[in-house]
């Protein structure tokens, strides 16, 4: 102990508290910045992005944050001798909550731009190539919380339960206890966009880090008018793209990533909690038509359009029991094939049903949410009166299920 060198680890203490205080000034102005979104209704230009992973950001603040205990420990007992852990404790506890946790915070909130700037410029290659680690351990992590997942319940069916087809009328309320939204133009003040929006993992979007081939590939099979245009991932959102502006460029390939970014405007954020009636007036005050639907931390959930709103009102007016979803494929012996992708919302409606649908979203997400667990076909499980038979399962989501309902419901 005699020989330890006590101004280098020093200094190395400094530097490793200095590390410590931008991770966590980098990861509180990322969260300050999502705060900040939630709320956002206009057309304001998308906020700054982390330009790494976050696993790895967690990963090196942790990393600097041991190595600053264990030489503060070192150093504490070669001044200290036998009182030295206890100094060491304290010390150390003291000086990473002061310096790198409570000030790096306060700046973070004050400054969150300049500090998530900072953070990108000096951390963003160094943390992507850490990120096999972060990652790693991150699956080791959910590996080991696999043991405490509950097990889906598994229901045979017997013979005598034999499936009755969908009928016209309509049903009571299942035992579930879930209210049941109304529908149409009388309804709009109790649904949100978050109940019609379409999901994230079903957007059509342009990455603009593809090549641009490949997006000039892609606008040229597309059909839509207007696509969410990110980097990567869609929660970088960068504009919205209106195709017909740029479709003269796609006959000759002479597309390029500047011209389609000018023929793009800036995002509309919709908090997921906005009645329809409100975003049909925001709609049409701030002349969109379709606008990407934030959580409360600011993560994109999807998007919603105003087609889809109108759709909410004019199905009042169609047959409410009309089998017209493409997700619905009726078999021979009345049971209905549904794809996993299918809307709650949509599926109560055409067929009449009274699926729960002010939780999950889609078939898949019900399917899930009630099993606890992702399924593996073939699986059955009853919801109220209805009877779901997973068919089939594709990269972790129920793709195909199989539908019908019993003439008693399930308490």
């Not at 005699?2 to 509180?28: M, N, R, Y």
């Not at 000039?216 to 696509?227: F, G, P």
Request: proline share 7%; net charge negative.
């Amino acid at each position: 102990m005699d020989t330890l060198p006590v101004g280098p680890l020093f200094a190395v203490l400094v530097v490793l508290i200095l590390w410590s205080a931008l991770f966590t000034a980098v990861e509180a102005a990322r969260q300050h910045l999502q705060a900040q979104r939630r709320a956002s209704r206009t057309n304001d230009k998308p906020l700054a992005k982390l330009a790494f992973p976050l696993a790895s950001l967690v990963l090196c603040n942790t990393l600097c944050r041991t190595m600053a205990v264990v030489i503060g420990t070192l150093l504490s007992i070669f001044a200290w001798l036998e009182n030295g852990p206890w100094v060491a404790w304290l010390g150390t506890s003291a000086a990473l909550l002061i310096f790198a946790d409570y000030l790096p915070r306060t700046l973070a909130s004050r400054q969150p731009d300049a500090v998530l700037a900072l953070g990108n410029a000096l951390l963003g290659a160094p943390l992507k190539i850490l990120y096999p680690v972060a990652w790693l351990l991150n699956g080791i992590s959910q590996l080991l919380l696999r043991p405490l997942a509950r097990k889906a319940r598994v229901i045979v069916p017997r013979d005598d339960e034999m499936p009755t087809p969908p009928r016209s009328e309509q049903e009571p309320e299942h035992s579930t206890g879930r209210p049941q939204p109304a529908s149409g133009i009388h309804a709009l003040d109790n649904i949100t966009v978050n109940d019609i929006l379409v999901p994230r993992s079903e957007v059509d979007g342009i990455n603009l880090d593809d090549p641009i081939g490949e997006i000039i590939e892609q606008l040229r099979l597309n059909r839509r008018t207007r696509l969410p245009v990110f980097h990567s991932d869609i929660n970088q959102v960068e504009a919205v793209l209106n195709t017909r502006q740029v479709r003269h460029l796609l006959v000759d390939a002479s597309l390029t990533k500047e011209a389609l970014l000018a023929a793009s405007h800036d995002p509309y954020f919709v908090p997921e909690s906005t009645p329809l009636q409100l975003q049909l007036l925001n709609f049409h005050k701030q002349q969109r038509r379709l606008g990407m639907v934030v959580d409360e931390y600011g993560e994109v959930l999807g998007i919603v359009t105003l087609e889809d709103i109108l759709e909410e009102i004019v199905g009042e007016f169609e047959s409410e029991h009309a089998l017209d979803n493409p997700h619905v494929h009726p078999q021979p012996d009345g049971r209905l094939m549904i794809d996993g992708a299918a809307s709650i919302r949509e599926l109560n409606r055409t067929l009449g049903w009274h699926l729960p649908c002010d939780g999950p979203k889609t078939l898949n997400g019900l399917v899930t949410e009630a099993l606890e667990t992702i399924p593996e076909s073939p699986v059955c499980l009853k919801i109220g009166r209805y009877r779901l038979e997973i068919i089939e399962t594709v990269d972790n989501r129920v793709s195909q299920v199989l539908v019908w309902h019993n003439s008693t419901a399930i308490l």
